[in-house]
């Protein structure tokens, strides 16, 4: 599994949503809270941001812990964004190393992440694999579920489906083939779409002037605010607010 978390609201420096949170994403990649698979999350880092008039994201990705790289610590220090997602990576076995496997996936404007594992992947997913055309699983960044994952809500999106029908969509596909853990995480830097899926998921909002909300595994700090999203649910957001409701059954 992995941790994750998407932001939407005012200004604010990279560090002051990933870092300086007293168990924010940096701590999750060796002491996770709620995690349920798995204990440490070190196979690789990514966060990717919007910078103000530019819709389509940059991004930072590393094959090692985030709390090795030196040139992060500055960068988080001194980038400001109004939007932003970032995860930390345990690889699931038999996946592909590098930076090419580590989260946010990139298309666009769009940014994904997914914390979760497909158990028997690829044998057992292939099926589902078989849904796209060939140039597109060519095109896979990485040999890893999550790549694969990644995939099937990108060919989504193309084809005209909503963020959170996009996601809604993919998760019902995969559970189809066994017991997939599929928490996805999709962002354009105005809206989020999520799913809770096998793992924890929170959300908080902040209201006033701009409004805020944050998205994420598990919460960053003991702070009022945070709501647990239910198992099995499609979370939609924007600065306005937060809808959670049941995934559709298959």
Same mark, same amino acid.
């Given at each position: ?15 002051? %949503?990933? +870092? ?12 996770? &809270? ?5 204990? +440490? ?5 990514? +966060? ?28 988080? &220090?001194?980038?400001? $964004?109004?939007? !932003?997602?970032?995860?930390?990576? =345990?690889? $699931? ?35 589902? #694999?078989?849904? !796209?055309?060939?140039?597109? %699983?060519?095109? !896979? ?16 999106? &193309?084809?005209?489906? /909503? ?7 993919? +998760? ?23 799913? /809770?899926?096998?793992? $924890? ?25 945070? $709501?647990?999203?239910?198992?099995? =649910? !499609?979370?939609? #957001? ?13």
């Amino acid at each position: 599994m992995c941790r994750h978390l998407a932001y939407l609201g005012e200004p604010v420096p990279i560090r002051q %949503l990933v +870092v300086d949170p007293p168990f924010g994403l940096y701590r999750q990649s060796w002491a996770p &809270r709620s995690q349920r698979y798995g204990t +440490v999350n070190v196979d690789g880092f990514g +966060v990717g941001w919007y910078a103000e008039g530019d819709a389509v994201p940059a991004r930072y990705r590393r094959a090692g812990p985030i709390w090795a790289d030196q040139s992060f610590a500055d960068l988080a &220090r001194v980038v400001r $964004t109004r939007a !932003l997602l970032a995860a930390v990576r =345990s690889a $699931t076995e038999g996946c592909a190393a590098g930076e090419s496997a580590a989260a946010p996936f990139a298309e666009g404007r769009w940014l994904f992440s997914h914390n979760g594992a497909l158990p028997g992947w690829p044998e057992r997913y292939d099926k589902a #694999a078989a849904a !796209l055309p060939p140039a597109e %699983l060519l095109a !896979l960044e990485a040999r890893s579920d999550s790549a694969l994952v990644w995939a099937l809500v990108l060919h989504r999106l &193309r084809a005209g489906a /909503s963020p959170g029908e996009a996601l809604d969509d993919t +998760v019902r596909a995969l559970a189809r083939y066994g017991e997939a853990r599929l928490n996805l995480l999709l962002t354009d830097g105005t809206s989020i779409a999520a799913t /809770s899926w096998g793992d $924890t998921l929170f959300h908080r909002t902040e209201r006033g002037a701009g409004g805020a909300v944050l998205v994420a595994s598990e919460p960053g700090d003991d702070g009022p605010g945070w $709501t647990a999203v239910p198992d099995g =649910s !499609l979370l939609t #957001a924007d600065r306005n607010g937060v809808d959670v409701r049941p995934i559709r059954p298959s």
